[in-house]
């Protein structure tokens, strides 16, 4: 008698005669059988003088194991880690990676698929698989109009994100602070300030950029003048 697990082939030698027939409708000495569940074979031999002898052989059918694989969180951000869980089995193989218990912690760099082989203690073995996917964070681009002038200096600022964002924190460099995507601020002294706007983009993926001195405000100009003289004389 043989075990072989689900979805497995196992080979059925008969010797002791000239002639076989199998249960299973073959007639070859030696077949290739690959039952889905316990089976019993029977051979009927028959010798060269006609006479007949019957043998049996049961076959039993181990179920593969239900092997499940989940990530958490699924999807992450370049950096960030996830833990991919395995279950259904007694032991696993991991790829990609060299790890053999039944967790794996990657914060891979691309998105990644995992899979494991898991074998349960009748030797039977089953596959899964789980995709980390790996956002990206999002590119800034900062755009103000105008970009320098005289105080008081009123500035349109924007940027561009990519992929799209759900918040921003600006900080316009005078202590001032905006969360819509394109405030308006206008400055009242003249000098130079640092723009910086902090953005989270929809995947949840977080960046930020500062431009140094990226607005300059000049001081108004003071009118005035001086006579070369104070006293004239007028010619009759």
Do not use: K
């Amino acid at each position: 008698d043989t075990t072989i697990c689900s979805g497995e082939s196992t080979t059925l030698d008969a010797t002791g005669a000239s002639i076989y027939n199998w249960n299973s409708g073959q007639t070859d000495s030696s077949i290739v059988v690959s039952p889905t569940s316990n089976t019993t074979y029977i051979v009927t031999g028959t010798d060269a003088t006609g006479c007949e002898d019957i043998d049996t052989i049961d076959i039993f059918v181990n179920p593969l194991p239900n092997v499940n694989l989940a990530a958490t969180p699924s999807a992450i951000c370049g950096g960030e880690q996830s833990v991919i869980v395995a279950n259904g089995a007694d032991t696993y193989v991991w790829n990609p990676s060299s790890a053999t218990g039944d967790s794996l912690f990657d914060n891979p760099s691309a998105t990644t698929t995992y899979n494991v082989t898991g074998t349960d203690a009748n030797g039977c073995s089953s596959t899964a698989s789980a995709t980390v996917t790996v956002n990206p964070a999002p590119t800034i681009d900062i755009n103000a109009i105008p970009q320098n002038g005289c105080e008081p200096l009123t500035v349109n600022f924007s940027v561009l994100v990519s992929p799209a964002a759900s918040s921003y924190n600006w900080l316009v460099g005078d202590g001032t602070t905006f969360t819509s995507a394109s405030p308006q601020h206008t400055y009242g002294s003249a000098g130079t300030y640092d723009v910086s706007v902090g953005v989270v983009s929809v995947d949840g993926c977080e960046n930020a950029d500062t431009l140094p001195g990226f607005i300059e405000v000049y001081p108004m100009p003071v009118a005035g003048f001086v006579p070369d003289e104070t006293n004239v004389t007028m010619d009759d």
